[in-house]
């Protein structure tokens, strides 16, 4: 019933925004239908954060007060004695459109099943796609983002430093311990609208449609983009737009992920559709496409850069088009309203996450462009208003237009140099410098954007520019102009990002990667070409080279459905493990907080094994049924007895993670972990045994190459296999570890430690024969908790492991 009443409301307010659209001036049914849609996915969204803002979010609540909503159109429609009844594709203007239509519909149809049907179920707890579904499970399961837990109180006490408090993403505020601010005050450190509509669709359909609320963002963005493009070059040039950026690799990878951009670039496209078409209009919809671009404030606090944008774009009118001066400035305090609101947000519900933003320099450099740029924007109205500041404004006004051939190949020949220096001129000096892939990424970012969106497409973005700037003058298109150079320049400089690919891309699929595509293709069909069959032909070239593009950049992953055990896992741990009474503890960081907010599991970090079991009984003495998830399948110590109750697999196809290089494998990825219940047993002694063998079928971790696209190197890992075994008691010193098999000679071996945060033992073959194989290794570190044996195999070369011992050398 509520499901119903949900999409009722969205029909019903998708229908009176028509009807209202309709009435002001928007007659097109594409334009008017998508705008009403929007509208009211965005109506629910706000809804349900303004629940959120209060810990009282209820899906129940969500749908009466999105009815309401519809009452108070119907109000509306009836006050103003609007006609109430409209046919959807009112304003249709027969078969002229029918072909593109049919093209387009097939376009979204074809981009909709790519990103809904392959989604990546990326719930770990480690990276932000596993962080965000997390935050949406917490926010259906308690109506808001409190994390507050008065139990870490209690396990301080308990266990000392070796606790750690909170999770991947939701950290402790560190607040002063006293009464009122229990120990493990915890605060989100991201924002709130994008788990908000992960949460309705959670409550809608269950945990398998958080994986697809970003498909549905990406559609309406294709459909935003139509429309922008189609008002510029014609419908012709705006179906290869879309179909550029509906499969661009970097927008079918993050589409298919729960991350927040996504929902930033329908926002940005949104906004800028609205400032395109409604410029002309009533001042008040730019002030209305300015609030909605102010969501994003709510969505991602980067979305701050904005801000600057505006400001330009107000600078522009100012000296330019000073009659449409206003309209500027309704956009820009539609935006400011709105991100202000989202700023308070951040301050009252994640103030640590603001204080770490602004001690690492991020917020403060976001805050210092705002504040810059009110400055500036401040001065110049305070100048034009005087007698010399008119004047001035006047005479650069006409020099401009007197000398506007001049400066439009002077901004050209710019934009060349720039996109020269960053492509063949930079890396050469980057090469010179000896940079870590950090650094080399951070200073290089251009040529690695190019992977996603050829070089020739940017390069044709020039003539884009040509066209928005010099031969349309539409005002309007300059608020998709400025966004898009300005995040463009932002996440070349400084991507913010770590550099493994296809992370790396979501930054610019924000909006660089979408601006790019459409100014190459503004930029080719603007050629100043007058044979249209020459013409013609360029652009089909230029089409079946982006194809080509295409095919050598998403056949690893086209359809591919990643980590698809994850989800089913997740659900059968909900219902397998026990709950009475039950406190778990891992070193996982990945899986501790889905554990606990999807499963509904109580689960704790915790540093270090040892000196957790040390202290174990202390919470077994209390009245807790303790359990430990670990990867060793022999884990045993002292007092406490391990009683094996469930094992947890975690599964799926995953790219093999590359620096600066795009990614070329795709791999089985399965960590096997072991569920002890912890009990006592006085009469046990913690004796540390010399030798330990551990059998070759129970590996914790294994990496198997499903598809490879690697040309130059044929000899890439078949399979890799991970056995993780518990240090016990006094971690320093020699170890040897012996394998028994077959081929062994083809096979090679390494040792990490502190769940493989540390390389002690580096890939390398054994010593000795087919057989038999060993290799030693020392532990320096008394602080190490563990040791991860790695066995490698390549292809065409499987060696086969029977045996493996593990001892210490006296």
């Known amino acids: 019933m509520v499901n119903f009443l949900f999409f009722l409301g969205i029909i019903l307010n998708t229908y009176f925004i028509s009807v209202i659209l309709h009435k002001k001036g928007l007659p097109q049914p594409l334009s008017r239908n998508l705008v009403s849609f929007t509208l009211s996915i965005l109506i629910i969204g706000s809804i349900a954060l303004l629940l959120v803002s209060f810990e009282s979010y209820k899906i129940l609540s969500v749908v009466l007060i999105q009815l309401l909503v519809s009452g108070s159109f119907i109000g509306y429609i009836f006050f103003r004695k609007i006609d109430l009844r409209l046919s959807p594709i009112s304003g249709w203007n027969g078969s002229g459109n029918l072909f593109t239509n049919a093209i387009l519909s097939l376009l979204l149809l074809s981009a909709g099943a790519m990103y809904s049907l392959f989604p990546i179920e990326y719930i770990k707890g480690d990276r932000d796609h596993g962080v965000y579904v997390v935050f949406g499970s917490k926010i259906q399961k308690t109506g808001g983002l409190n994390f507050d837990d008065f139990r870490y109180q209690e396990l301080t006490q308990v266990l000392g430093n070796n606790i750690i408090y909170g999770y991947p993403a939701i950290h402790s505020d560190h607040s002063p311990q006293d009464p009122s601010v229990p120990i493990g005050s915890l605060s989100p450190r991201f924002y709130p609208l994008f788990p908000t509509f992960l949460a309705l669709s959670a409550d809608l359909f269950g945990l398998d449609a958080m994986f697809r609320v970003n498909s549905i963002f990406g559609v309406l963005s294709l459909v935003f983009i139509f429309l922008i493009v189609k008002k510029w070059i014609g419908p012709w040039g705006a179906l290869i737009a879309v179909f550029f950026c509906a499969f661009n690799p970097a927008q079918l990878w993050n589409v298919r992920t729960t991350l927040s951009e996504p929902l930033g670039q329908l926002l940005i496209l949104f906004s800028s559709y609205l400032a395109l078409y409604f410029f002309r209009k009533n001042k008040g919809w730019m002030f209305f496409a300015g609030g909605i671009l102010g969501l994003s404030s709510f969505n991602r606090i980067d979305s701050l850069i904005y801000f600057p944008a505006i400001v330009i774009f107000v600078g522009y009118l100012l000296f330019l088009r000073k009659k449409s001066l206003w309209r500027g400035f309704n956009f820009l305090f539609g935006y400011s309203a ?233 659900e059968r741990l909900s219902v397998s493990l026990p709950s009475e009474k039950a406190i778990y503890f891992t070193k996982k960081q990945d899986l501790a907080s889905p554990l606990r907010y999807l499963s509904g599991r109580d689960t704790y970090l915790i540093h270090k094994t040892r000196p957790f079991l040390e202290n174990a009984s202390r919470l077994i003495e209390s009245g807790w049924n303790v359990y430990l998830i670990d990867e060793d399948f022999n884990l045993e110590d002292g007092p406490i007895t391990l009683e094996k109750v469930d094992k947890i697999h975690l599964e799926g196809n995953y790219p093999l993670d590359t620096v600066n290089r795009y990614p070329d494998m795709l791999l089985y990825r399965g960590t096997f972990l072991q569920v002890y219940k912890l009990g006592l047993d006085p009469k046990a002694s913690a004796q540390v045994k010399k030798s330990v063998s551990l059998n070759p079928s129970q590996f914790a971790y294994m990496l198997k190459t499903v598809r490879s696209e690697r040309k130059s190197q044929p000899n890439v890992y078949e399979e890799v296999k991970a056995y993780d075994y518990y240090i016990p008691k006094d971690p320093k010193g020699k170890f040897r570890a012996e394998f028994e098999g077959e081929v062994l000679s083809q096979a090679t071996f390494s040792v990490t430690a502190n769940q493989s945060s540390s390389v002690i033992f580096p890939e390398s073959p054994g010593v000795g024969d087919d057989k038999k194989m060993s290799i030693e290794f020392s532990v320096e570190n008394p602080e190490t908790d563990d040791v991860q044996i790695r066995f490698h195999t390549k292809k065409d070369r499987q060696a086969v492991l029977k045996s493996l011992q593990l001892s210490r050398i006296p």
């Open 338 to 570: 709105i991100s202000i609101l989202g700023v308070l947000y951040g301050y009252i519900n994640s103030k640590p996450y603001m204080v770490d933003l602004w001690k690492s320099k991020q917020l403060l450099k976001l805050t210092f462009f705002c504040v810059s740029s009110s400055i500036l924007l401040s001065g110049l109205l305070f100048f034009s208003n005087l007698k010399i500041g008119k004047k001035s404004i006047e005479l650069l006004k006409n020099t401009i237009l007197k000398n506007k051939k001049i400066l439009r190949v002077a901004i050209l020949s710019f934009l060349f140099l720039l996109i020269t220096f960053a492509y063949a001129i930079q890396p050469v000096i980057s090469n010179s410098e000896n940079l870590t892939d950090f650094f080399y990424f951070k200073k290089n970012s251009f040529i690695f954007f190019v992977l996603y969106v050829p070089l020739l497409l940017v390069l044709f973005g020039i003539g884009g520019y040509d066209l928005l700037v010099f031969r349309k003058q539409s005002s309007g298109s300059l608020v998709f102009l400025l966004l898009g150079s300005l995040l463009s320049f932002v996440y070349f400089y400084d991507p913010s990002i770590y550099p493994d690919h296809y992370w790396a891309s979501r930054r610019w699929v924000l909006f660089p990667i979408p601006f790019a595509c459409i100014m190459g293709v503004l930029g080719l069909y603007s050629l100043p070409i007058k044979r249209q069959a020459i013409k013609s032909a360029l652009i089909a070239l230029i089409f079946a080279g982006y194809i080509y593009h295409l095919y050598n950049r998403n056949r690893l992953i086209f359809f591919e459905r990643m980590l698809s055990g994850y989800s089913e896992e997740f």
